[in-house]
């Protein structure tokens, strides 16, 4: 059973048009991120929630922003992409911070085209 | 600043070949996690393994085991009589528990397994 949702799998979006990501999840996890992932790169971390708690990367673009209405669920919004948004959008959740590092259980991911 | 270098960008091998995926790490505090992940074409990354930085001991799971050496700075994977379907992309990351615990990735290894 999938733990980690994506929606849609893929997105195409033109040109400055807001475009919104989802994640869900069955896991319970308090901590929630948002990663980008360019062609033959790392995942870069855009944000992250734990708990209700938002928290940026400092070279994230006021471009993306995000929204975690409740513990299950976790969006992003790109205000006005560019085609240097074009990518991968993966989702992760884990448990908790503070003690161990859980290990982040990652969603499929959203593969976003800009045109 | 911590930092995950995987310098092997690509790996080919032919299937039943055993292949290591280097990994070394940098980072000044005592208390970390280090992690590796699998990136099949499906996109989605699939956690593998966590080790703590006070736990030395390596492991084995199935075909896989990993080597963790901290006199080296070093946590590298290897696959014994791979199989086609272990090409993926790999990654080895690390996270320190102060913080926001934030993974930070090496730039993963291409592995290719031939028939």
């Known amino acids: 059973d999938a733990m980690v949702i994506q929606n849609p799998r893929y997105q195409v979006t033109q040109f400055g048009k807001p475009v919104t990501l989802s994640c869900s999840q069955t896991?319970?996890?308090?901590?929630m991120y948002w990663y980008q992932q360019k062609s033959s790169q790392a995942p870069k971390l855009l944000f992250h929630y734990y708990d209700k708690d938002f928290n940026n990367e400092a070279d994230t673009p006021d471009n993306f922003q995000s929204r975690r209405p409740n513990t299950s669920f976790c969006f992003l919004d790109i205000r006005s992409p560019g085609l240097g948004d074009a990518a991968m959008y993966l989702c992760a959740t884990s448990r908790g911070v503070g003690g161990p590092v859980n290990e982040q259980y990652f969603g499929p991911g959203t593969r976003l085209t800009v045109t | 600043a911590q930092k995950v270098t995987q310098a092997q960008t690509e790996i080919s091998v032919v299937e039943k070949e055993d292949v290591t995926l280097d990994c070394v790490y940098e980072?000044?505090?005592?208390?970390?996690?280090l992690f590796w992940y699998k990136q099949p074409p499906s996109g989605e990354l699939v956690f593998l393994i966590r080790r703590n930085s006070f736990d030395e001991q390596n492991e084995i799971s199935g075909r896989y085991s990993w080597n963790f050496q901290k006199s080296t700075s070093s946590f590298n994977f290897t696959i014994t009589a791979s199989q086609v379907v272990d090409s993926a992309v790999y990654f080895c990351a690390l996270a320190l528990i102060q913080g926001a615990q934030k993974l930070v990735f090496g730039q993963g290894t291409r592995l290719t397994i031939n028939p």
């Open positions: 980072t000044r505090d005592t208390t970390y996690y």
């Open positions: 896991l319970n996890h308090n901590v």
